[in-house]
């Protein structure tokens, strides 16, 4: 492909004339324990209790024609490694800044960690098979 003599603005290097938008999603999982402190009593989530969160990191942008990839999955993994220790077997309630771990306070946790990865577009949690967050940026 011909350069367009134009930069990508999320890595700066040239594209294509014919550019190749792609969105990447990387998934990824945690044990943790969480209580919800914000509902009544009575409510199932107030108790002690842990899931198998299931996490999705999706980033967005165009191809490089050179390299043929938006970005290397290893960058993903690597931004997403240090999430993983810092949440993995632990009880949510006592990492400062999830004192109330809903999913939605969760998503937007791991969105901030994460938002020096380029073209980052969605983090979308799962605490069970049919529930799901997905958190885009404010």
């Known amino acids: 492909?011909?350069?367009?003599?134009?930069?990508?603005?999320?890595?700066?290097?040239?594209?294509?004339?014919?550019?190749?938008?792609?969105?990447?999603?990387?998934?990824?999982?945690?044990?943790?324990?969480?209580?919800?402190?914000?509902?009544?009593p009575e409510h199932k989530c107030a108790r002690l209790h842990g899931h198998s969160f299931r996490v999705e990191v999706s980033v967005r942008g165009p191809v490089d024609p050179e390299a043929g990839w938006f970005i290397d999955y290893a960058e993903i993994?690597?931004?997403w490694k240090?999430?993983?220790?810092?949440?993995?077997?632990?009880?949510?309630?006592?990492?400062?800044?999830?004192?109330?771990p809903?999913?939605?306070?969760?998503?937007?946790?791991?969105?901030?960690?994460?938002?020096g990865l380029p073209g980052l577009s969605r983090v979308a949690i799962r605490e069970t098979c049919e529930s799901c967050c997905e958190y885009e940026g404010d």
């Open 77 to 79: 993994d690597a931004a």
């Open 82 to 100: 240090p999430l993983h220790q810092l949440l993995d077997h632990r009880y949510l309630n006592e990492i400062p800044g999830l004192e109330n």
């Open 1 to 40: 492909m011909k350069a367009a003599g134009r930069a990508c603005p999320v890595t700066g290097r040239m594209l294509a004339s014919r550019t190749v938008n792609v969105r990447l999603v990387r998934k990824y999982g945690f044990e943790a324990a969480h209580r919800l402190i914000r509902v009544p």
């Open 102 to 115: 809903t999913s939605e306070l969760l998503a937007r946790f791991i969105w901030e960690r994460l938002a």
